[in-house]
Nanobody, 115 residues
Framework: QVQLVESGGGLVQPGGSLRLSCAAS????????MGWYRQTPGKQRELVAS???????DYADSVRGRFTISRDNAKNTVFLQMNSLKPEDTAVYYC?????????WGQGTQVTVSS
């Protein structure tokens, strides 16, 4: 059974940085594209960054140039480095396969950008 556990969120001032981590169980993790998604109250969950099994990346326009997704297949972990954070980045952040698998959603990690 696949389990995804996100961590690294917190409260940060505008312009600050955070690094999120997603630890995945299951040895097949390394063959799938993965993504970081975020959700705010009243809105649909949106994909902000994705990475292929080979390391190719893609980003939503709203975060391109500020966020960097990476993965360590040996450790079954996906990362999201977030720089130059803005108040509109405030959300719960989740990782999942891309496209996502509904059964894999974890608890997420809260990111709050506020002065």
């Amino acid at each position: 059974q696949v389990q995804l556990v996100e961590s690294g969120g917190g409260l940060v001032q505008p312009g600050g940085s955070l690094r999120l981590s997603c630890a995945a169980s299951g040895s097949i993790f390394r063959i799938y594209p993965m993504g970081w998604y975020r959700q705010t109250p009243g809105k649909q969950r949106e994909l902000v960054a994705s990475i292929t099994a080979g390391g190719g990346t893609d980003y939503a326009d709203s975060v391109r140039g500020r966020f960097t997704i990476s993965r360590d297949n040996a450790k079954n972990t996906v990362f999201l480095q977030m720089n130059s954070l803005k108040p509109e980045d405030t959300a719960v952040y989740y990782c999942n396969r891309r496209p996502f698998v509904s059964a894999y959603w974890g608890q997420g990690t809260q990111v709050t950008v506020s002065s």
